[in-house]
C-alpha cells in the first residue's frame, strides 16, 4: 500500500479528491501525513475530518529555505512515506525535499505545460485567448512546473470566459486526474527517463487514461 504525504497551503479540493477516491475503494493508498505551511488552511479542516494526521510547519522557524524543507522530508520519512503530493502548495520545492525523494513529489498544476507555468495559469490562459486549456500532473524539480509531465487533460475555454469560469472548469478536471496519476504510480506502472514518463500499458488510442473522454468533462 503506497504512503502518500500532502503539502498544501490552501483550501485542499485537490487533497479531498485524493481522500474521496480512497475512501471509495477506486484509489489503494493511505494518506500518512499533511503537512500545511500555513495554519489557516482549510485542507487542515479536511484533514480532521478524516482523521488524517496533520502538521503545521512554519518556514518562519527554520533557518533558511533549505532547513525548511530538511524539516519537511524528515516528517515525512518518519512517516514512512513514498509518495509526496503537492496539492496547492504556494512554494517552490527546495533540493532537500527532491533529493530525498526523487521521482517522488508530484504536483498539479492548472494549464497545459509548458504553457503558463507559475501562478495564476488560468488568467494567464484567458488574457492569452486560447482556445484549449487544461491541466497537467507532473513530477517535481527544482524548476517552476517544469518536471516531467505525467498526464494532462485539455478543458474547452473560450473568449467568454473570466478567470473564474476557466478556472471552475479547470478544477473539475484536476480533480479526475491527480487521482488518476496517483493511482499509476500505486500500480507501478510509471517510469521516468529523462524528462520522459512512460506508462505501462498506456497505447495512444486509451484516450480514457491520459485524456479523460468528453463525457467526463462537464
Ligand atoms: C489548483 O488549481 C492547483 O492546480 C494549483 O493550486 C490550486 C489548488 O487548489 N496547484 P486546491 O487547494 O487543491 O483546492
Redesign the pocket.
Known amino acids: 500500500m503506497v504512503h502518500l504525504g500532502v503539502l ?8 479531498q479528491s485524493i481522500i474521496d477516491e480512497i475512501d471509495a475503494g477506486r484509489l489503494k493508498a493511505r494518506i500518512a501525513l499533511l503537512i500545511v505551511d500555513n495554519p489557516h488552511a482549510y ?1 487542515v479542516e479536511r484533514a480532521r475530518r478524516h482523521g488524517i494526521e496533520h502538521l503545521c510547519l512554519n518556514p518562519r522557524e527554520h533557518p533558511g529555505k533549505d532547513a525548511f524543507f530538511v524539516a519537511i522530508a524528515d516528517e515525512l520519512r518518519k512517516r514512512s512515506v513514498d509518495l509526496v503530493i ?3 502548495f504556494m512554494r517552490i520545492v527546495r533540493r532537500p525535499l527532491i533529493d530525498a525523494f526523487p521521482h517522488r513529489i508530484m ?4 494549464a497545459l505545460l509548458p504553457s503558463f507555468p507559475g501562478l495564476h ?1 488560468q488568467r494567464q490562459a484567458v488574457d492569452y485567448g486560447v482556445r484549449i486549456s487544461g ?1 497537467t500532473v507532473h513530477f517535481v524539480d527544482e524548476g517552476m512546473d517544469t518536471g516531467p509531465i505525467i498526464i494532462q487533460a485539455a478543458v474547452p475555454a473560450s473568449p467568454d470566459d473570466t478567470e473564474e469560469s476557466l ?1 471552475e472548469r ?2 473539475r478536471m ?1 480533480h479526475k486526474i491527480y487521482p488518476e496519476a496517483i493511482r499509476l504510480y500505486a500500480e507501478g506502472k510509471l517510469s521516468v527517463e529523462g524528462r520522459i514518463v512512460r506508462i505501462s500499458g498506456y497505447e495512444p488510442r486509451n484516450e480514457a487514461l491520459v485524456n479523460p473522454p468528453l463525457s467526463a468533462r462537464t
Open positions: 498544501a497551503s490552501g483550501r485542499g479540493s485537490n487533497f485542507a503537492l496539492a496547492g504536483n498539479i498544476h492548472p495559469g491541466c478556472s479547470i478544477l484536476e
